[in-house]
């Protein structure tokens, strides 16, 4: 395994007396921002199956992570050394199958011990907390949601906040329920379009978003995956129909829907992913 001492030297370097303007400014959020950008083209990579940029954007991820890492230890925050020891004792503690005695013979047994443990954590740190302010007349009451961050893009968002719901027991019974869910909301976004009703239609819009969402997890794929994975094969059949009109001198703004349908259908045909 290489060490990231030189990646952290660079760092140093960067943000010192005689480094980068730029890099001098930084501050975590900012660089959140650009972490959360290198995570995207990193999943497209990966989607892709494209191993060099899978390489090359695992390093940008990496030289990301360490970046604010290393704003936070300039500043007293925490040592690298913390964060290192941190998460080493969590795995090993969420592992009791691997470094301890415990016995898991199905992966439903081992995600349910996994829940144990995480939730035995949250508990101990919750009286922690309370401990800290004992000297309050009323303690807040906390919810399954609250550990699911806010700022979290919109699909991550709701397949975080559904997995929260169903540890606490709440979920439907099988896929065939999920889909007839979005069913209805269909019905009820079409109903909300012959009303003209724009924001009742965005809602409606959004169960039906947030439903899918459900039916993905029932499936057992990550809907990000697969909406990246739509995406990315509409854009190359797209791009493949362009390449074709272009070479026959056709502008796509002057077909007849029926012509462009019969151009899409052939891109598809010629689309290999």
Known sequence: METIV?????????????????????????MWKC?????YELEEAIVNDDTQNICEELGDVLFQVLFVLEIFTENNRFEFSEVINGIAEKMIRRHPHVYDTAVVETEEELH??????KAGEK????????????NENIMPVGSALDSVPKGMPGLL???????????????WEDIYQVL??????????????????????MMEFGDILFSLVNVARFAGFHPETALSSATSKFEGRFRLMEKALHRDRID??????????????????GYDR
């Open 35 to 39: 972490m959360a950008e290198e995570m």
């Open 157 to 171: 968002r709701a397949l975080k906040v559904s997995k929260s719901a169903v540890k606490e027991g709440f979920d």
């Open 180 to 201: 007839d869910t979005v069913k209805e909301e269909i019905k009820e976004f079409e109903t909300a379009l012959e009303k003209e009703s724009q924001d009742e239609a």
């Open 112 to 117: 349910r011990q996994w829940e144990q443990i």
């Open 123 to 134: 508990e101990t740190a919750g009286a922690k907390h309370k401990k800290l302010n004992q």
């Open 6 to 30: 030189p990646l952290l030297e660079i760092i140093r370097r960067l943000r010192g007396k005689n480094g980068c303007v730029w890099d001098q400014k930084q501050t975590p959020m900012t």
């Open 252 to 269: 796509l703004k002057e077909l007849s829907p029926q012509e462009k349908q019969v151009h899409w259908q052939r891109a598809k045909q």
